[in-house]
T-cell receptor
């Protein structure tokens, strides 16, 4: 059974641009969560989607948004990129929003220059 | 937000030694999870704990869910070079039916052959 797939693996953008990252969860999993990982802050929760609805949101500015499609695939978008947005963005899937075990993808390494 | 404290930030151990790490919080969690992350990869779930006092093993790994529900520990016995990585604890609560994972900042484990 395929794991969580994130694309692209690496991305370089300039300040002010926007970026869209994609996550395909494990087949049958309907909940997708997004995290930002930086050396100083560790893993910070961005948001969670379940059944195409945002169920939970972390403390990030409105420049960070996401959506989920009917096949459970999810995208996150960051607009007006800042240097501080450089990070590893991780997506995790689980069976449902109440399910405890989250499985992570390899992440997308975003560098903003 | 919920804070999980992991210390020390890094540990250097001799191959064959046991290593223990713990995770504490001021909040109560329903579930404790331990993940391992290797360079360039997403975190991989090692052990999940669901009940206060529960002790669970996975090969050379043993983890316990603290009685107070505010802490957990992970032990690695007879360490080997491939144990190198960052070990994260995560605590989960379900608030108003929504799943929420909080992560510690991780313990970097280095195994010296």
């Amino acid at each position: 059974k395929a794991g969580v797939t994130q694309t692209p693996r690496y991305l370089i953008k300039t300040r002010g641009q926007q970026v869209t990252l994609s996550c395909s969860p494990i087949s049958g999993h309907r909940s997708v969560s997004w995290y930002q990982q930086t050396p100083g802050q560790g893993l910070q929760f961005l948001f969670e989607y379940f059944s195409e609805t945002q169920r939970n949101k972390g403390n990030f500015p409105g420049r960070f948004s996401g959506r989920q499609f009917s096949n459970s695939r999810s995208e996150m978008n960051v607009s007006t990129l800042e240097l501080g947005d450089s990070a590893l963005y991780l997506c995790a899937s689980s069976l449902s929003t109440g399910n405890t075990e989250a499985f992570f993808g390899q992440g997308t390494r975003l560098t903003v220059v | 937000g919920q804070q999980l404290n992991q210390s020390p930030q890094s540990m250097f151990i001799q191959e064959g030694e046991d290593v223990s790490m713990n995770c504490t919080s001021s909040s109560i969690f329903n579930t404790w999870l331990w993940y391992k992350q290797e360079p360039g990869e997403g975190p991989v779930l090692l052990i999940a704990l669901y009940k206060a006092g529960e002790l669970t093993s996975n090969g050379r790994l043993t983890a316990q869910f603290g009685i107070t529900r505010k802490d957990s520990f992970l032990n690695i016995s007879a360490s080997i070079p491939s144990d190198v990585g960052i070990y994260f604890c995560a605590g989960q609560t379900i608030i108003y039916g929504n799943n929420r994972l909080a992560f510690g900042k991780g313990n970097q484990v280095v195994v010296i052959p």
